[in-house]
């Protein structure tokens, strides 16, 4: 790889900016934390220093899984509701290059249990060739031990990008990519994955800037996608429904849905790093009615059509702050090119 120093530098000082500037857009987006959060547990393993994915078993009542970020093992954990590790599972032949997020889902053929694992990290927008998703079975004892997985590897059609979040459809079973940007994008993978090519990921709708992980309602019929500053509820169609409050955590990095759909939990990196549940409002709940699942792209003619219309997320407050911080990390770099030309 091509070492790039402008592009590394831009990264950090966008990332600088991103640490530093949380807890105020933080406040002018959504008010401040919600009075109602919970917090569940705190991770007790000190082997688990980065939590990067974050979902609820489909086949153990009260257990949670999480795996590190980059520079991590391929493995992950089986965590009770005290924040003890149940389990520590390895993934035979799988690499870690930047894991970032991981969903659950249930085989409808089998009922059994399904985890995914996503190695699409890219910090260089573009650098890889594909990014990778591992497909294990969950185990059905809570036990340490060396699991097989199915790997699935995907390219961009719009080209290559840096993402943190996958989602699983419920009902459908399909795997979509929400790509961390200034202009993201929630990308679908095809229905049916093949593990002997590289599957194209078609973009069918916006997604939040810098958007660090999302999920499926239980219901499918509605998802959401968390920012380092709060979390944005969509509908079936891609249509915000409301921004939802999120603790001020450190690295707000992962989230996923309570098993009856009326909460969200949230986790952040680094040691001992907790676990919230945030209530979600009332006018996000599920309904009697059931939609259709989020439109998706089956052929690339139809892109323009089934791309729903995304919802600005960011308040009045939201955006001139990140005016400011683009402003002030594009100075920061003008000066630093000057001073090294």
């Given at each position: ?5 402008a592009?590394?530098?831009t990264?950090l000082?966008?990332?600088t ?7 105020m857009a ?19 393993d000190?082997?688990?220093t ?6 609820l ?6 257990v ?5 970020d980059?520079?991590?093992?391929p493995e992950?954990f089986?965590?009770?509701e005290d924040?003890?590790?149940?389990a520590?599972?390895t993934?035979r ?13 249930t085989d ?13 990290g ?8 594909d ?10 004892v ?6 097989s997985?199915?790997r ?6 719009d080209?290559?990008?840096?993402a943190?979040?996958?989602?699983v459809?419920p009902?459908?079973g399909?795997?979509y990519?929400?790509?961390?940007e200034?202009?993201g994008?929630v990308?679908a ?10 599957n ?5 709708a916006?997604?939040?800037l810098m ?10 019929n509605?998802?959401?996608v968390?920012t380092y500053?709060?979390a ?9 429904i ?8 450190e690295?707000a990095?992962s989230?996923?849905?309570?098993r ?11 040691p001992?790093?907790p ?6 409002p009332?006018?996000a ?7 259709s ?5 089956t052929q ?11 919802r600005a997320?960011?308040s009045?407050?939201?955006v ?6 683009a ?11 000057r001073?090294?030309?």
């Amino acid at each position: 790889m091509t070492w790039q120093p402008a592009a590394v530098l831009t990264r950090l000082l966008i990332a600088t900016v991103l640490v530093c500037l949380t807890p105020m857009a933080a406040q002018a987006t959504t008010g401040g934390a919600d009075d109602d959060e919970e917090r569940l547990f705190t991770f007790k393993d000190r082997r688990i220093t980065e939590s990067s994915g974050l979902a609820l078993s489909p086949g153990h009542e009260g257990v949670y899984y999480t795996h590190n970020d980059s520079s991590a093992a391929p493995e992950f954990f089986a965590v009770g509701e005290d924040g003890r590790t149940k389990a520590r599972f390895t993934v035979r032949g799988a690499q870690a290059r930047d894991w970032e997020a991981m969903a659950a889902s249930t085989d409808p053929e089998t009922g059994r249990g399904v985890l995914w694992f996503a190695d699409i990290g890219d910090n260089l927008d573009g650098a890889w060739p594909d990014v990778s998703v591992y497909r294990v079975m969950e185990p059905a004892v809570l036990k340490d031990a060396v699991v097989s997985a199915t790997r699935f590897r995907f390219r961009y059609e719009d080209g290559g990008r840096n993402a943190e979040g996958i989602m699983v459809h419920p009902r459908t079973g399909r795997l979509y990519v929400v790509s961390k940007e200034f202009s993201g994008g929630v990308y679908a993978a095809p229905r049916r994955l093949r593990a002997d090519r590289s599957n194209v990921l078609r973009r069918v709708a916006g997604a939040p800037l810098m958007a660090t992980d999302a999920a499926y309602a239980p219901d499918g019929n509605s998802y959401v996608v968390r920012t380092y500053f709060s979390a944005t509820i969509f509908d079936a169609e891609g249509e915000r429904i409301t921004q939802v409050s999120m603790p001020q955590l450190e690295q707000a990095e992962s989230i996923a849905f309570t098993r009856d759909g009326k909460g969200l939990l949230t986790g952040t990196e680094g040691p001992a790093s907790p676990v919230y549940r945030v209530p979600v409002p009332e006018r996000a709940l599920p309904e009697a009615s059931a939609s259709s699942p989020v439109p998706v792209v089956t052929q690339p003619a139809q892109a323009a059509a089934d791309t729903p219309v995304q919802r600005a997320s960011l308040s009045i407050g939201g955006v001139l702050t990140w005016v400011a911080a683009a402003v002030g990390a594009i100075g920061v770099i003008v000066f630093l090119a000057r001073r090294t030309r």
